[in-house]
């Protein structure tokens, strides 16, 4: 389509600016809601590009949005910019090797995700400039994906109520529409308190918070082969109540995550935690407050955008990749395990070619990988906005995400590479629905037909705010 030349090209002519903007986040990496170098740097060149910004949204000071046009539909781009604990890692060095010792990192590829949508909606407002047509482009600089669920507050803020579709994107290793599927899941910090007491002296006047937190983990393992095939538990030790073993322990924290198919199925697998947690703290004479620090949606998809994007990336081809860029692939998938690469194939529902590094195909829409387990705040965008995702290949074929291995490749020309055929897919889409109102319409149908007798329901707490205070 002649559209689709035309905005390829747009993207083409800011992609240096946007690729430098990904390596700035890359050498910032800050944590969920802590991300305000980041996100003043996204701010900064939405401002530089024209964009009417809007910071502060739903009160989280990390999110910003930028919007540019008047009138017609509103097509939002979304981006993220949080990076993960312990991830630190030189770039482009195919062996674990730490910039700063537990330090944080890109292992996601938010620094790439975030740029690339923001070059896909920076193509999109010069298209409309250039054509003089009428609609509105927003950047949606969303924070805190990783935990934090900043969208799913910013949808209870009414951040996306006159949005007509949206479209996002992820880093991967393959190329092609993301599939929708992904899990609901809340975060929950229990917190017990007990009694302070001489371990050797007195323990008989002690009543242990740790204690209570081993018998709570004891019980939710037990659980686990009652709970529904989807659902997932996960927990990690916040406050384990001091270093000294002959005090004994007056207060200790864990966080549960916890995870299943839809928001149905996930209600009745929380309260169960829930009553473990309180049984344990009966068992030891303790007593326990729970924190909800985040909740998300399970995914809801998209037919007609789905087959647009595809078109789209079927129009564009593989990612243009060369020798050198699969030379350096080739020396990340070293440090993989087979199990890696086969995984990777598996979720993308291709078939395996030995030695192959990087993507050098569009995943067919009629693919059956088998998706994952995995959870995004993306999901409550799903429910009120018709929403699509792509996968853009960014890495070498294999490569398990939220390690060292992601953060390394994060700046290679590969990655750079993948980001910006990636941007292209999205505006294409984009400039695509704005010039066909009957795409927009479908989508909307499709998702009143999908959710028309399960409305839309927050899954964080009423009353609760966003956990600013989550990465300390």
Request: aromatic share 6%; hydrophobic share 45%; with cysteine.
């Amino acid at each position: 389509m002649e559209h689709d030349d035309d905005v390829w090209r747009l993207v083409d002519a800011k992609r240096d600016l946007l690729i430098a903007l990904s390596d700035r986040v890359w050498g910032m990496p800050e944590l969920c809601y802590a991300e305000r170098r980041s996100a003043a740097e996204h701010a900064a060149l939405l401002q530089q590009e024209g964009f009417r910004v809007t910071t502060g949204i739903a009160g989280i000071p990390t999110a910003v949005v930028g919007e540019a046009g008047s009138g017609g539909p509103v097509i939002a781009l979304l981006g993220e910019f949080d990076a993960l604990p312990g991830l630190s890692q030189e770039a482009g060095v195919a062996e674990a090797r730490p910039v700063e010792p537990n330090g944080n990192g890109h292992g996601c590829g938010h620094n790439l995700l975030g740029a690339g949508a923001l070059l896909a909606a920076t193509a999109v407002k010069d298209y409309l400039a250039a054509h003089g047509l009428p609609g509105r482009v927003r950047y949606y600089g969303c924070p805190a994906e990783e935990g934090g669920a900043a969208k799913g507050f910013m949808v209870r803020a009414g951040a996306f109520t006159d949005v007509d579709i949206a479209i996002t994107w992820h880093p991967s290793s393959f190329s092609g529409v993301k599939d929708a599927g992904s899990l609901a899941n809340t975060r929950i910090d229990f917190t017990f308190t007990g009694r302070a007491a001489h371990a050797a002296a007195a323990p008989h006047l002690g009543r242990s918070a740790l204690d209570a937190v081993e018998l709570m983990n004891v019980g939710v393992n037990y659980m686990r082969e009652h709970m529904p095939r989807r659902a997932r538990v996960h927990y990690a030790l916040l406050d384990a109540g001091g270093i000294a073993p002959n005090v004994v322990q007056a207060r200790a924290t864990v966080r549960y995550l916890v995870r299943a198919g839809d928001l149905a199925e996930l209600t009745p697998v929380v309260e169960w935690v829930r009553q473990i947690a309180q049984g344990a703290a009966l068992m030891t004479q303790t007593t326990v407050d729970s924190r909800v620090v985040s909740a998300v949606s399970n995914l809801v998809g998209n037919a007609p955008l789905e087959r647009l994007l595809h078109d789209n990336f079927e129009r564009l081809g593989p990612p243009p990749f060369d020798e050198e860029d699969r030379a350096l692939a080739a020396m990340f998938q070293a440090t993989m395990r087979p199990d890696d690469v086969a995984e990777a194939y598996a979720r993308a529902g291709v078939p395996v070619v030995p030695g192959r590094t990087l993507c050098d195909l569009i995943v067919p829409i009629d693919a059956r990988g088998t998706g994952g387990a995995g959870s995004t705040d993306v999901g409550d965008v799903s429910w009120v906005v018709p929403t699509v995702q792509a996968s853009g290949a960014t890495c070498a074929i294999g490569t398990p995400f939220h390690t060292w291995q992601v953060t390394a490749q994060g700046k290679t020309a590969a990655a750079h590479k993948g980001m910006v055929h990636t941007a292209k897919a999205m505006a294409a889409t984009a400039v695509g629905a704005l010039l066909d109102p009957a795409v927009i319409d479908a989508a909307k149908a499709d998702l009143r037909r999908r959710t028309g007798d399960r409305p839309y329901v927050c899954p964080l707490p009423p009353g609760s705010e966003p956990a600013l205070d989550m990465s300390g």
